[in-house]
């Protein structure tokens, strides 16, 4: 892909990025590592960290999986995660919710 910036901007932007993202991880491994305890409100917050995570790398797959918003019982990725949803709420198993959804996938992709 050819682009009209030059090679040392491109290159400079590069460096700065890594060393900005470096510096931010490094910080919160610095802080932790010289405080005694935890506040509980910011250990309150980090408890929904990797539900925050998982749903905004699942969300668009499930929502919209050839680009554009899919919100119809056509979208079989979207019924799936329904019933994975119901499954994670009723079992509180993360095996049964990943098992049901799965199963659900592949019965309407391959079988309806």
């Known amino acids: 892909m050819a682009t009209s910036y030059d090679p040392l901007t491109v290159w ?6 890594g060393v900005l993202t470096f510096g931010i991880r490094a910080s919160f491994i610095y802080l932790f590592g010289h405080i005694d305890t935890v ?10 960290v990797p539900a925050a995570v998982f749903a905004a790398l699942v969300f668009p797959a499930v929502v919209a999986p050839a680009g554009d918003v899919a919100l119809s ?3 079989e990725r979207l019924v799936a995660g329904v019933l ?3 499954a994670a709420w009723y079992t509180e198993r993360v095996f049964v919710t990943i ?4 199963g659900a996938l592949w019965f309407l992709r391959f079988v309806v």
């Open 39 to 48: 506040p509980p409100r910011v250990k309150a917050a980090l408890e929904y």
């Open 99 to 102: 098992a049901v959804g799965m």
């Open 12 to 17: 400079g932007v590069i460096v700065v990025a």
């Open 84 to 86: 994975a949803a119901l």
């Open 73 to 75: 019982l056509g979208n």
